[in-house]
């Protein structure tokens, strides 16, 4: 029961991060145009490519067995964006081709891989937090910290998900559930975790690695190319990747 109740307040917390980052979008009172939906593109495909690597691929070639680090982080890696083609497949042939390059399969895509990324974080913590129930407080300051770094970087990855969708014309209370339904994944998977532990510790460098690969195929796919089409795009997705990146290294 200590490790359910641990491990709900640990992920509580990180997705209370993600809400507060989606909540940005409020100050955004209304669409301003071509160029703030290709900055905040660029923006949030720099976070999300930095969270790929120092989030998800770094941390799960530690964990993989030696010798089969690679095989795991390839092989998850290749999953995770064969998963994203087949759901842009599945998009264009449901919707029609008209959108095969419109704004709405786009953000489709970057919620759908924003939230698989947000699962295997929310296990982490989830895992931590069973560990620390098990060991007692002396494994809860490393539990705490891991979810105070998770909770800070997931600020900026809320924020991923809302400022495109409004700059897209959805409403900003639409644009802030959505940015925050992202997390929501968190806290569930997370005391799925937690209760479940001998199942999930050995897979999380597959699962890691499938969210990596989900999201570097949206990034590439769908979201540089635009952002990428005037100069201060690419700048944009050159500061959400340092932004993410300094969190992640500083943080640990």
């Known amino acids: 029961m200590r490790s359910f109740v641990w491990a709900a307040c640990g992920t509580g917390f990180t997705f209370a991060m993600t809400a507060l980052g989606a909540a940005l979008v409020f100050f955004f009172t209304s669409r301003t145009g071509e160029r703030m939906n290709r900055l905040c593109l660029g923006?949030?495909?720099?976070?999300?490519?930095?969270?790929s690597v120092f989030s998800l691929?770094?941390?799960a070639m530690e964990q993989a067995p030696g010798g089969a680090a690679w095989r795991v982080v390839t092989a998850g890696f290749a999953a995770?964006?064969?998963l994203m083609m087949a759901?842009?497949?599945?998009?264009c042939r449901a919707q029609g081709a008209r959108l095969r390059d419109g704004e709405s399969k786009r953000l489709t895509l970057l919620f759908s891989a924003v939230t698989l990324h947000n699962i295997p974080e929310g296990m982490a913590v989830g895992l931590a937090f069973a560990?620390?129930?098990?060991?007692?407080?002396?494994?809860?300051?490393g539990a705490c910290a891991l979810a105070l770094g998770i909770g800070i970087q997931n600020f900026p990855e809320g924020a991923a998900i809302s400022?495109?969708?409004?700059?897209?014309?959805?409403?900003r209370r639409r644009s802030f559930a959505y940015g925050t339904l992202s997390g929501a994944v968190e806290p569930l998977f997370g005391v799925a975790a937690a209760l479940t532990v001998g199942l999930v510790a050995p897979a999380m460098p597959w699962l890691m690695t499938f969210a990596a690969g989900a999201m570097m195929w949206v990034v590439m796919e769908e979201m540089l190319p635009h952002a990428a089409a005037r100069r201060d795009g690419a700048l944009a997705a050159m500061l959400g990747y340092m932004v993410m990146m300094a969190l992640d290294v500083a943080l640990g």
């Open 80 to 82: 995770g964006a064969g």
């Open 131 to 141: 560990a620390a129930a098990r060991d007692g407080l002396a494994g809860l300051a």
């Open 163 to 171: 400022l495109p969708l409004r700059q897209s014309g959805m409403s």
């Open 57 to 59: 691929i770094l941390p």
């Open 43 to 51: 923006f949030a495909g720099g976070v999300m490519s930095a969270a």
């Open 87 to 91: 759901l842009d497949a599945l998009l």
